[in-house]
């Protein structure tokens, strides 16, 4: 019969409220409006619209962020999962040399192809690197491009990126220029 859960002298079917909350965030995934929904499920308008603010994490347009090399890229991945950033790739110096090791030169540029192709698709895209490489991206990328700089191109080791820093820039939704200066640790 499900998880029953009795309040006062009412037994409430928690299963069901369960699955009419994910009813509602399908239909509402789909392109439906809160009013389309609510009309479809037999609810009032503003039942849903408080329930999306209860779950709502950012507004705004899909979020990106791509960066080398990183050395704390567990912490900026945390932020990232919080903030809930549609899409990520970091790497750690040793990670993008073997990545580039691991692909034949036909399968490096294929590979980078899709993923500017893919980084196309999001509204904002955080690009961590060196002054070189968020040019680059800036240019071929054509959309709104928030940078935050490791410094000068090449950059041969491992840079610590402040997670503040990026959850600030991820909560503004604005595109904006941030210079910072990295440290090793």
């Known amino acids: 019969m499900g998880d029953l859960i009795r309040i006062g002298d009412k037994l409430i079917?928690?299963?069901?409220?369960?699955?009419?909350?994910?009813?509602?965030?399908?239909?509402?995934?789909?392109?439906?409006?809160?009013?389309?929904?609510?009309?479809?499920?037999g609810l009032e308008r503003t039942f849903i619209y408080r329930l999306e603010?209860?779950?709502?994490?950012?507004?705004?347009?899909?979020?990106?962020?791509?960066?080398?090399?990183?050395?704390?890229?567990?912490e900026?991945?945390?932020v990232i999962k919080e903030m809930g950033v549609d899409f990520?790739?970091?790497?750690?110096?040793?990670e993008r040399w073997d990545f580039i090791r691991s692909q034949s030169a036909l399968e490096l540029v294929n590979t980078l192809m899709d993923l500017m192709m893919?980084?196309?698709?999001?509204?904002?895209?955080?690009?961590i690197g060196s002054d070189f490489r968020i040019k680059i991206a800036q240019t071929i990328l054509d959309k709104e491009v928030v940078p935050i700089y490791l410094g000068e191109s090449p950059?041969?080791?491992d840079k610590r990126v402040d997670p503040e820093?990026?959850?600030?820039?991820?909560?503004?939704?604005?595109?904006?220029?941030?210079?910072?200066t990295s440290r090793k640790e």
């Open 53 to 74: 603010g209860i779950g709502e994490i950012r507004q705004g347009g899909r979020q990106a962020v791509i960066g080398f090399p990183i050395l704390n890229k567990e």
């Open 13 to 41: 079917n928690r299963d069901k409220i369960i699955s009419m909350l994910d009813r509602i965030l399908e239909l509402r995934a789909t392109g439906l409006s809160q009013q389309d929904v609510a009309n479809r499920l």
């Open 88 to 94: 990520s790739f970091l790497m750690t110096d040793q």
């Open 76 to 78: 900026l991945t945390t």
């Open 155 to 157: 950059i041969e080791e």
């Open 165 to 180: 820093l990026l959850r600030q820039i991820l909560l503004a939704g604005r595109p904006r220029s941030v210079r910072e």
């Open 118 to 127: 893919q980084l196309r698709t999001f509204d904002v895209v955080v690009i």
